[in-house]
């Protein structure tokens, strides 16, 4: 068994001969993706988002089968895996999804378990999930939506002017046509269109810690960097990122902190920058995925 000590995580390696050498390293997760090891990651109690043991289901189906993450306030970490491994099932189930069953395990933000609360609350806390296929609302203002939301999280409103005003500037920023903040919530909206949607919302709520699942799909080279530029902003020391992406372009721009690696339902490994560029090279094979 090999254990690598970091400040925010403890992984801890079984080999599947169970080995069971220890050794610390020197480098916080040298050596922590090399076949045949399967890696668990068992969280401390200084990280601003837990997950312990989680285990789910959905539609009767298990699909989280043990997942054990941690991620500490001012980082940015990727969960990356192939198609089916459960990435987009973790991501709902963090938020409060009802559409899911959490059989064991459990979840906690800033010291505090969340694991029962529904989604509303979890918002209020300072969560927020970026969704991968945002859905069209028929008869909901955009800009009366951004103001409504932010009002029931507790946030303090200027001037209904000013709110609009203070919006149109950061659409701009985010490269957003002004235009579709006069639409219906994501109305008619291309596919880049909704991922600056989101973006956009994720500026003006300015979450504690926020999931995104897969940002980066839909957008050109010039949406990624207006993206990246945008997301640079979590890291000031008190919020969080966990960026699920299929795509190197995005890791190029924001460099994150760690990167796991999810398959079969439970993340099997943990590194930093380096285990992103292994996998972009050699794919998820090396993890029997």
């Not at 306030?73 to 089916?84: K, T």
């Not at 509303?120 to 939301?149: C, D, N, T």
């Not at 001037?159 to 903040?181: H, N």
Request: one cysteine or more; aromatic letters at 8%; a negative charge.
């Amino acid at each position: 068994m090999f254990v690598v000590y970091h400040e925010s995580v403890v992984c801890i390696r079984e080999n599947v001969d169970n080995v069971s050498e220890r050794t610390k390293f020197d480098s916080p997760y040298e050596n922590t993706y090399d076949p045949p090891y399967i890696m668990s990651i068992v969280p401390n109690m200084n990280s601003l988002l837990r997950v312990d043991n989680l285990y789910a289901r959905v539609e009767g189906k298990d699909i989280l089968s043990g997942v054990s993450l941690a991620i500490p306030a001012g980082e940015i970490h990727f969960l990356v895996g192939p198609n089916g491994s459960g990435k987009t099932t973790l991501a709902n189930t963090l938020m409060g999804s009802p559409q899911i069953t959490v059989t064991a395990g459990a979840v906690s933000f800033d010291g505090e378990e969340i694991t029962a609360l529904p989604p509303e609350e979890r918002a209020k806390k300072g969560l927020h999930l970026w969704f991968q296929h945002p859905a069209e609302i028929a008869g909901v203002g955009y800009m009366p939506f951004l103001r409504s939301v932010a009002a029931s999280r507790g946030d303090t409103l200027p001037p209904e002017k000013e709110f609009r005003d203070a919006v149109a500037a950061r659409a701009e920023e985010l490269e957003m046509p002004v235009a579709l903040l006069e639409r219906n919530l994501n109305e008619g909206f291309s596919g880049g269109e909704k991922k600056r949607s989101e973006l956009l919302q994720l500026a003006v709520f300015a979450p504690r810690f926020a999931i995104l699942d897969e940002c980066d799909s839909g957008l050109d080279v010039d949406g990624i960097r207006a993206a990246a530029k945008a997301l640079q902003a979590f890291r000031d020391g008190r919020r969080s990122l966990l960026v699920i992406t299929h795509h190197g372009a995005l890791r190029e721009y924001l460099h994150p902190d760690a990167v796991h690696v999810m398959a079969r339902g439970r993340i099997v490994a943990s590194g930093g920058e380096e285990l992103a560029i292994a996998i972009e090279r050699d794919g998820f094979g090396q993890f029997g995925a």
